[in-house]
């Protein structure tokens, strides 16, 4: 039993390692200079703050923050509202065609993205939104997963509570808002960190439907640093991918807590 234990004890320690250490070599990376970038040795005389001035200098990276924050932020939010609603609808409401509807929005899930990109390039360059925010925040905001994981989360929702707000003389509309979704946060959690970080790292659809500089998004900007393979300064590179990582760290530190509660409400039942 001991041994048992100690082995995996050995096994987590090494899986930790495993995935601290891209964000180690990004750290020490990101202040190395251009000849020292690929040595992994900690000496404090090559560390330079050079790379993160020219990051600031010569790159657009601030606005690409800006931009991707305005993205993520707005389909994080009108999506988590949005798919309460419906994942609410079908969880407890009934109407004709429901279990077809239901159907139909999960068989989504199995269309790759590559599949539809065309299309939907197509209907959003028709609506005129492509070069927009527009172009970039709406398709993103329907999402077939966020729509299921509500509905069975509400599925398992206490009839009792609702059947108390209708007693008291609440809608079916104002038993959601003031009592339904404030009580959500044990599903709202992952998903508003799922959703987030989806639309940060987001690349294909920004680099697809938005042909203007300004409203280039994080990883796009990223991209474009790059270069041309061999003419890339890594170091600047590193330094401007751990500048674009900050938000998704402060993020994950503010809410851990409430993901960590969330994660043993769930299983109370």
């Given amino acids: 039993m001991k041994l048992k234990k100690s082995t995996l004890t050995i096994f987590a320690i090494v899986c930790g390692l495993l995935m601290i250490a891209p964000i180690y070599f990004l750290v020490v990376g990101a202040f190395k200079t251009p000849d020292t970038v690929f ?11 050079d790379n993160i001035k020219q990051v600031f200098s010569e790159t657009n990276i601030v606005r690409a923050i800006v931009n991707s924050l305005i993205v993520s932020v707005t389909v994080t939010v009108v999506a988590m509202l949005i798919h309460a609603m419906a994942g609410y609808a079908l969880a ?17 899930l199995m269309v790759p993205f590559s599949v539809i990109m065309i299309p939907l390039y197509m209907v959003v360059q028709n609506l005129g939104m492509a070069n927009s925010y527009l172009g970039l925040i709406v398709p993103m905001i329907f999402n077939a997963y966020g729509i299921f994981l509500f509905r069975q989360f509400y599925l398992e929702f206490p009839k009792e509570l609702e059947e108390a707000a209708y007693v008291e ?10 009592l339904v979704l404030p009580l959500s946060k044990p599903i ?51 330094a401007a991918a751990l500048i674009s990582a900050i938000p998704t760290f402060i993020l994950f530190f503010i809410v851990q807590r409430h993901l960590v509660e969330g994660v043993k409400t769930t299983g109370i039942k």
């Fill in 39 to 49: 040595d992994l040795s900690l000496h404090l005389s090559n560390f330079t703050f």
């Fill in 188 to 238: 709202i959690v992952p998903l508003t960190i799922g959703f987030f970080t989806a639309n940060w790292n987001n690349y294909l659809w920004p680099m697809i439907i938005n042909q203007k500089e300004e409203l280039n998004v994080v990883q796009v900007a990223l991209a474009n640093i790059v270069g041309g393979g061999y003419e890339t300064e890594w170091s600047v590179m590193l």
């Fill in 92 to 108: 407890r409401l009934n109407f004709p065609g429901k279990t077809f509807t239901f159907g139909w929005i999960i068989s989504t």
């Fill in 169 to 178: 003389g609440l809608s079916i509309a104002g038993t959601f808002f003031r």
